[in-house]
């Protein structure tokens, strides 16, 4: 029996394979709300074989959006559009839906990848960031401003609120987005944060921006739907976040309520560079998984089905995400079932491309 394909449960929801679709920016937003791009993406991947699907980083203000063309979830459009999308992904496909709630940070006011990916120049309408300090992510990058109290608790309340209208359109699972340099990544770091008020110093002050969002938006979602957090498992940079800082952060935000930890690495700054060993992130997985006794997810780098199913069956994560491996063959999870001999529910539209049909005998229909 396949361990990749055995199901697991995130608080009440239960997953019927361990194969995620990471969150990944399309940039095709329209002031934070979803087009028919996205409804075509999401189909396409809620069709993949994955048990889960995370819809991209979903911005709690317009404010905090990376780019002009990133998704937001902070109005009534938002809302509409969104619903409208994930409508659709429940009729067509098999996979239970995410969404990742975020906040940029410093590294808002951004161009689109495509555009150029630096900060937004002044005639391309750019806006003002925050930040625990007063630090731009990099060179010719905008200097943020440092947050006041005020505006901690705005973002704060920007997320619950965002989490609300998450609960409103159905979403199965809620992830907060604490890595690759956006707000609450930046707020954990000692690279970024550099505050002597009772938001910085210690890691215990660090971790304070984060915890009190997830204490917030657990108490606005219901036990019914699985909240997790996809965090930085290293900085990768000398005096930044190490693995172990990961670990203490993970047994915190356990006790918070979370169901799951979804791990990843580096983006605290624009000259960090991570590994580029394949798997990189599961060993930080594995600590977690064993050290804070959460659910974990790995990311990074996971490419074949035999290596996704060993992380799993070796019990180094209890989930695997992809991201280009899913872009490049959105049907990765019918291929990975396939070849680790086991099979994976299909759209009905599609069952005549599965080695068996799934539809009862008395329904089957030879094409």
Request: net charge positive; with cysteine; hydrophobic share 40%.
């Amino acid at each position: 029996m396949s361990a990749l394909f055995t199901p697991i449960k995130l608080g009440s929801v239960e997953l019927t394979n361990r194969i995620v679709v990471s969150p990944m920016c399309q940039y095709s937003a329209d002031d934070g709300t979803a087009t028919d791009w996205h409804l075509a993406h999401l189909g396409m991947l809620a069709n993949s074989g994955a048990g889960l699907v995370i819809v991209e980083a979903t911005h709690v203000e317009r404010r905090g959006r990376i780019t002009h063309g990133c998704m937001g979830l902070y109005s009534d459009d938002n809302e509409s559009s969104l619903a409208r999308v994930i409508a659709h992904c429940r009729r067509a496909g098999t996979a239970k839906l995410g969404i990742q709630m975020a906040h940029a940070g410093r590294k808002a006011s951004s161009q689109r990848p495509w555009e150029g990916g630096g900060a937004l120049p002044p005639d391309q309408d750019p806006w003002q960031t925050i930040a625990p300090s007063p630090i731009p992510f990099g060179p010719n990058w905008h200097v943020p401003r440092m947050a006041t109290v005020d505006d901690i608790a705005r973002v704060r309340e920007a997320f619950v609120n965002s989490a609300k209208r998450s609960v409103r359109i159905g979403f199965d699972a809620i992830e907060l987005h604490y890595a690759h340099g956006y707000l609450a990544h930046s707020f954990l770091s000692p690279v970024s944060n550099h505050r002597t008020d009772q938001y910085g110093g210690s890691l215990e002050n660090r971790m304070r921006f984060g915890l009190e969002i997830a204490q917030a938006v657990r108490a606005a979602v219901p036990k019914s739907i699985a909240l997790g957090a996809r965090i930085t498992g290293s900085d990768w940079r000398d005096q930044g976040l190490s693995i172990d800082d990961a670990v203490t952060y993970s047994k915190a935000l356990k006790g918070c309520g979370l169901d799951y930890i979804d791990v990843s690495s580096g983006g605290i700054t624009a000259d960090t560079r991570n590994p580029t060993a394949s798997g990189y992130n599961v060993p930080i997985a594995e600590r977690i998984k064993r050290e804070a006794g959460i659910a974990t997810r790995v990311v990074g780098l996971i490419v074949t089905s035999s290596q996704a199913e060993a992380i799993v069956a070796d019990g180094k994560a209890d989930m695997v995400a992809l991201a280009r491996g899913m872009l490049d063959d959105p049907r990765w999870g019918w291929h990975a079932a396939a070849a680790l001999g086991v099979e994976v529910p299909r759209a009905q539209q599609y069952l005549r491309a599965g080695p068996k049909l799934w539809a009862p005998a008395a329904e089957r229909v030879r094409a």
